[in-house]
């Protein structure tokens, strides 16, 4: 989704968000297509691959109370290294 507070995404970043969604969850394993959830918005190469629940949910999601994430002991630098490790040596 596009936001008028950043720039439109370049052509690599787009291949590398779309790479994320076909990703499993990077909290719950849930199998893809997943969301791509920015660490900090428009920094596109650090998204996480995130099920709806983990990422948008009220009270599981990084956006609500993250409850999932709590219980699963997880902050998103370690979200992002499973992302990363699923990218490069396979999901």
Known sequence: MNSK??????THERQ???D?????CSVCDQPGPSEAHEI???LWFTSI??????????????HG???TWRIMKMEE??????TIKRLVYGR
Not at 5 to 10: E, F, L, Q, S, V
Not at 49 to 62: M, V
Not at 77 to 82: F, R, S, T
């Open 77 to 82: 630098i370690d979200a992002l290294n499973i």
């Open 5 to 10: 507070n950043k720039p439109a995404m370049t």
């Open 65 to 67: 109370e993250k409850i």
């Open 20 to 24: 994320v969604k076909l990703l499993p």
């Open 49 to 62: 691959a995130l099920c709806a629940s983990c990422h948008r949910g009220d009270r599981q999601g990084i």
């Open 40 to 42: 900090k918005q428009g």
């Open 16 to 18: 590398h968000v779309g």
